[in-house]
Each structure stands twice: as C-alpha cells, then as structure tokens.
C-alpha cells in the first residue's frame, strides 16, 4: 500500500493484493485379502491465486460554500486457479504407500482456468453549502470473458441530493423536522459473470483412454475426441439500469428517524435460457443476451429512540419488497418450459385441487364429467382435480401461455415484504435486545419425499408423524381416515402428486432471531478491579418460528440444501433446521 502526496490537494494512492489458497490431499486404502480387493491410493492437489491492484488520483478543492473532490482510477484483477489429482493401485505392501511403488495408474485428471478484469474509472463530486450534493462517474470495464469485440463495456451514472432542512425556509419547522434530505440517482453497472469463463471458444471434448469407447486399439481404450458444442460469438455484458429516489427525515430531535427508498432495476441484454431450436440441429444451443428483465421495489425504515425517566429504549422497523419480470426474451411457441415475457421470478403453475374422493362412486362420478388424463386406476383416496377450461378433461393441454390447459398460476415462491424488527430497552444497568425477522407473503411447493412420504419408488420414500395423516377407507387395519390430509399413498407419487392448490405451502413466517439479557456492574465496582467495563450475557438464536410449513421444514432454508445443484432451487428443501443456540459469556472493557 502506498499513498503520495502529489501536491497539497492532489494525493496519489496504490495498493496491492493477493488472496492464494492451497490444497493438498492425500488418501491410502489398505488392500483387502479376504475380498479380493487391492490397495490403492491418490493425491489431489489446487491452487487458487487471486491478484488485486487499485490505483486512484484524488483530488480535493474547498471553498467556503463548495467542495469539489475529483477521482481517477484504474484497478486490475486476475484469478487462476488449477488442479490435478491421481489414483494408483496394486501397493506391493500396505507400508510403502508412496505413488511410484503402485503398478497401475487407475486415473490421472487436471485442469486450469484464468480470468482477468480491467478497469477504468472517473467521478466528480460537487458540494455547495452542504446543501446540495451532485455526483456523476463513469466506468470502463474489459473482461476476459468475451470475445474480442466485446471484451469493453462503459458504464455511467450520477446521483443528486438536497437537503431541504439547510434551507432559510426550513428553519421555523426545524424544531420538529430537524433533518430532511431529498435524494435520487440513475446509473448502469455491468455483469461478467458467466458459467463458462471462456464461452466465445470452441473446445473439443477430447478423453484419453475413453471408457466410453466401444473399440480397443492394441488391447488398449483409445482416445477420442468429438465435436465441440456451438457456441456464441455475440455474448457480452449484461448491464443493469437502475434509477432510485428516496427521502431522508429525522425529526423530534432525531428521535424519530425515517428512510424510504423506491428503485427500478432494468437487466438489459441478460443471459437467459438459450432459446428452444429444432431438434434436427443436433447439437446444445449456446446462451445468447436474449433477454431483458425489470425489477421494481421499495425499502422502508424506520426507527424511535426515547427515555422515559431511567428507562431508555428503542424500536427499529425495516420492511423491504422487490418483484422480478421478464420484459424480453423471445418464446415464439409460448411454452411454459421456459421463460416468456410478462413472466414473474417465481410462478407457480399447477391446478386447482376439487378434493379427495372417500368412495369409488365418488371418484368415477367425478371422472365421468372430469377425465383426468394422467394416471389410471382412479379409486377412493385420490385427488380430483377441477376442469377449468370446461372441455370435460383434466390435462396440460399444450403446455403454452396460449393452451395451459386445466394449469394456472397458483402462487408465486417469491419471498414478499420482507421484514425485521430490532427493540431494545435498558434500566439501571439492566438490558434486552429482541430481533425478529421474517416474510409476510410467499408460497411454496414441496415436491419430494420430505413432504409427501411415500414418493420416489420404494427405496426413497419416506415416513414421519406428518405422514400418517394419509387417507384410509371403512376397514384399513390403521383404521378409517376419510379426512385425511395425504392422498392414499402411492409409491411412485405420480398422480396425486401434481402441482396443485391444496398442497401449496404458506411459506411466510415469524422468527425470532435473537434474544438477548445483559447486565452491566456499576461502574465504581468495576474500577476498583481496573475495569472500565464489564457486563454479563445471555443470548438464545432462533428462539421461536411461527410458520406454516411442516415441522420438517425451515422457512430460511427452503430452496438450498440437497438438490441445489449448480445453484438451481430444489423442491426438496432437504436441508439442515438452523439451530437454536444458547450462548451466556462475559464483555470486559480494560
């Protein structure tokens, strides 16, 4: 890190840095006589070296009712990061265990991968009498991600701000509203991040000794290699437009503050689903910038501090809400299978559930004016679903915006208004903080053998409490259970298991996040042990959820755990609870 001062307002600093990770791993498996099986061992090794450098000009003029600073910069970083790892069997002895005392070489892989961004920058900031503040600035970014002629991408933005409560005018409300600031910006930020690091290549999928071959060469797999995938030469940037306006009040002497901010965020020329191509073209449609999507929201804060005699406290509301739609991407079909403009993040599209049929002859009466094309063997115990299009048949039809069939938007998993609470009070020495947090609206479809129990063949499925809450006739050996919450079980789920009304979950909630009681010792006891401070804790994390998801399922974790590959939402929400803690301790101040 360096910093020079050019001249008495002109200030020159450099800085350096380098995050570098190894990883080396090492593994022996002793052979097995008895079974037969051979020793064998391998070696893993990484390196991922992450390289930073910032250098900006600054420049600071003060007058007496402005200010101006100016920045210029550049900044550059480069990541790369390689692996191999090895595997080698037929150990002559289980105490030599080095890798050239193996015969046999079962698997040898590595790889390498390097990335780099370079960066241009300017901004100007302009202050005049500390009432009114204009920022603009502007950004070059090059990327080695894309190809040559879309390696750079500009970026612009600007922001203003008034602060009314400096104003002459303001002064004979100042005692009520002593702070009010007006503000709002607009700019462009862009996104490289793509999977592919080099997406604008053509690579061969070459495989040495391929064990998918079906030829031997000299008793030997032979190495193959097959034609590369297509890719895209146009993809570049994505650039996200934004434009936000918000207010600022602090009144009652800043007891009662207020921040409110309202945004709309354009993602333009966005990497979206590669578009749906005739099969005849025989090879995986690359990602292209072929879509467009607006996000719109507000955030709300809002926060009360007060004494009343010894007693100080305080009270901190935050309520946020966002909702994401796809303005361009190009679906000529109108299939569901994918994206489709005027789509909202989150749909969720099933049918509308009628209820569980308790007889026979209430099924096949159901059947005879609502055919029910999927499945068969309709009997006591499963789902009627509604015929919305009134053609007599439940199905998909087309699986289009145009043709959903007996489908419709049931719900959206979405996380909506989005809130947290912090309050605290203390008294003599005595205090508690209590944070909530939680959403006030979201649906949520479970789709695995968590819920549904039997689901998944028979290995997969599953059995807890929730689960024998499942539909049985006149005579079960469980008993009858006509109410049942579970359709009749079926091992392969199936039919009855389709996205629908009756078993979408509420996945809003109510948590709190922290509890906290402390006590801090009078400060002439603490001194007297050369302390300026001490105080006493005990904190309980996650102490309650109301919800109404089942037991089985935390509402913060819903969308991550198994089945989130590659950063896809899974329906299983197989994921470890967040646990509750209990933690008590000491803070000591000296």
């Known amino acids: 890190y360096a910093n ?60 007496k009712d402005w200010s101006l600073n ?11 990061f390689e692996n191999s790892s090895f595997q080698k069997s037929d150990f002559p ?20 991968t390097e990335w780099s961004l370079i960066s241009y920058l ?34 612009p933005s600007v922001s203003a701000g008034w602060n009314v409560a400096r104003e ?46 079906h030829w031997l060469l000299n008793g030997v797999k032979p190495n193959t290699a097959n034609a590369p995938d297509l890719i895209s030469a146009l993809l570049s940037w994505e650039t996200m437009r934004s434009w936000n306006i918000g207010i600022d009040v602090g ?73 994401q739609r796809v303005t361009r991407y190009s679906n000529p079909t109108g299939t569901l299978n994918t994206w489709y403009e005027g789509q909202y993040a989150g749909e969720i599209w099933g049918y509308v559930t009628h209820g569980i049929a308790k007889t026979d002859e209430e099924m096949q009466s159901w059947l005879a004016n609502h055919k029910q094309s999927f499945g068969n063997n309709w009997v006591a115990g499963d789902v009627m679903y509604e015929d919305l299009n ?48 939680g959403v006030a609206k979201r649906d949520y479809w479970l789709g695995d053998n968590m819920f549904w129990g039997a689901s998944g063949g028979l290995w997969q499925s599953t059995c807890f409490t929730d689960h024998l809450d499942f539909f049985r006739s006149e005579g079960d050996e469980w008993g009858a259970n006509s109410n049942a919450y579970f359709p009749r079980p079926i091992l392969d789920g199936g039919k009855n298991q389709k996205k629908q009304t ?22 002439h006891l603490t001194s007297k042990a050369g302390l300026s401070k001490l105080r006493i804790f005990l904190s309980v994390e996650n102490l309650f959820t109301i919800s109404g998801l089942p037991d089985s399922f935390d509402p913060e974790t819903l969308g991550s755990g198994y089945g989130n590959w590659n950063g896809s939402v899974t329906e299983s929400a197989k994921s470890y609870p967040l646990s509750r803690t209990v933690s008590t301790g000491l803070s000591v101040t000296f």
Not at 267 to 274: N, Q
């Open 4 to 63: 020079v001062n050019i001249l008495d307002n002109l200030v020159f600093k450099s800085s350096f840095g380098a995050n570098i990770t190894t990883y080396n791993d090492k593994y022996y498996k002793t052979m097995n006589v008895n079974r037969g099986n051979p020793s064998y061992g391998s070696v893993s090794n990484s390196l991922r070296r992450n390289l930073l450098t910032e250098n900006t000009l600054n420049y600071d003029l003060e007058k």
């Open 70 to 80: 100016l920045l210029a910069g550049f900044t550059y970083q480069n990541e790369y």
């Open 93 to 112: 002895d289980d105490d030599i265990k080095t890798p050239n005392a193996a015969t046999k070489i079962d698997s040898a892989t590595g790889s390498a």
């Open 122 to 155: 300017a901004r100007a900031n302009l202050a005049y009498m500390n009432r009114y503040i204009l920022t603009a600035s502007i950004r070059q970014d090059g990327s080695s991600r894309f190809g040559k002629n879309n390696h750079w991408g500009t970026f």
């Open 168 to 213: 002459a005018f303001w002064e004979p409300y100042s005692d009520i509203v002593n702070n009010l600031k007006l503000r709002g910006s607009w700019g462009e930020l862009g996104n490289q991040n793509t999977t592919n690091l080099y997406p604008y290549y053509q690579l061969l999928k070459f495989a040495a000794n391929d064990a998918d071959s």
């Open 251 to 323: 009144a009652l002497q800043n007891r009662l503050t207020f921040s409110f901010d309202y945004f709309n965020r354009k993602t333009l020329d966005m990497v979206g689903p590669a578009p749906e191509l005739p099969v005849i073209l025989g090879a995986t449609v690359p990602k292209t910038n072929n879509a467009d999507m607006e996000s719109k929201g507000f955030e709300l804060d809002v926060a009360w501090r007060d004494q009343i005699g010894k007693v100080s406290y305080g009270a901190h509301i935050m309520l946020s809400d966002d909702r």
């Open 390 to 437: 009134g053609d007599g048949e439940v199905n998909e039809g087309s699986n289009t915006i145009t043709d959903p069939g007996d489908k419709k938007i049931i719900g959206n998993s979405s996380p909506r208004y989005k809130f947290g609470i912090d309050l605290d009070a203390s008294w003599k020495g005595f205090d508690i903080r209590m944070f909530f947090q």
């Open 502 to 523: 009756r078993y979408l979950q509420n996945a809003a909630y109510l948590r709190m996040k922290n509890l906290q009681i402390g006590y801090t010792l009078p400060a």
